[in-house]
């Protein structure tokens, strides 16, 4: 089955720039997609298709998607971006949806 | 405003079943296809099952074939994942998630409902 990888945490400062990668077998032919969530909270949709924002998620995230590594960017943390984020994307090998191991934003 | 409104979690002993559902608004359920997220305490994202529009078509996560049975009611806009044969390990928060209809993404989540299997 097809694995997506993530770094368990990543620390950043407010106002600096957080880079979470995701990891998979040529990720960069499928289209990733990328989820925040808060403690108790349920999952929402930060970014679709690599790099694509739904309405209402501020400009200061963004995404990349070539090779081995998708990546989401976070552009002038705020302490508000602190959560945990998880990349998808759609195994048409399985028909199964796959989700990275998710990674841990802490804002220092 | 799109709503997902899922109940039906509870406490369970291994090897019970419980039937789960997710009412929804907003937004004409019959489209889409629609799914179960689940998440174990203190763990990551897993894609449970998903069903088409008009229930051709289901498709389940090797760790729950056989066991889970995911099902719709159009008619009363809801989604029902119903559950078997528990193992501890299917302990979780359970989300009901509408996928999107221009891509293989969610795009609306419930807000979820615990499942505990224990004795």
């Known amino acids: 089955s097809y694995v997506l990888t993530q770094p368990p945490s990543v620390s950043v400062a407010p106002g600096q720039t957080a880079r979470i990668t995701c990891g998979g077998n040529n990720i960069g032919s499928k289209s990733v997609h990328w989820y925040q969530q808060k403690p108790g909270q349920a999952p929402v949709l930060v970014v679709y298709?690599?790099?694509d924002r739904p309405s209402g998620i501020p400009e200061r995230f963004s995404g990349s998607n070539s090779g081995n590594t998708a990546t989401l960017t976070i552009s002038r943390v705020e302490a508000g971006d602190e959560a945990d984020y998880y990349c998808q994307v759609w195994d048409s090998s399985s028909d199964h949806y796959v989700f990275g191991t998710g990674t841990k934003v802490t804002v220092l | 405003e799109v709503q997902l409104v899922e109940s039906g979690g509870g406490l369970v002993q291994p090897g019970g079943s419980l039937r789960l559902s997710c009412a929804a608004s907003?937004?004409?359920?019959?489209?889409?296809?629609m799914s179960w997220v689940r998440q174990a305490p203190g763990k990551g994202l897993e894609w449970v099952a998903n069903?088409?529009?008009?229930?051709?078509?289901?498709y389940y996560v090797d760790s729950v074939k056989g066991r889970f049975t995911i099902s719709r009611d159009n008619a009363k806009n809801s989604l029902y994942l119903q559950m078997n044969s528990l193992r501890a390990e299917d302990t979780a928060v359970y989300y009901c998630?509408?996928?999107?209809?221009?891509?293989?993404?969610?795009?609306?989540w419930g807000q979820g409902t615990l499942v505990t299997v224990s004795s």
């Open positions: 298709d690599d790099s």
């Open positions: 069903i088409k529009q008009d229930g051709s078509e289901k």
């Open positions: 998630a509408r996928e999107s209809s221009v891509g293989d993404y969610f795009d609306y």
């Open positions: 907003g937004f004409t359920f019959s489209s889409y296809w």
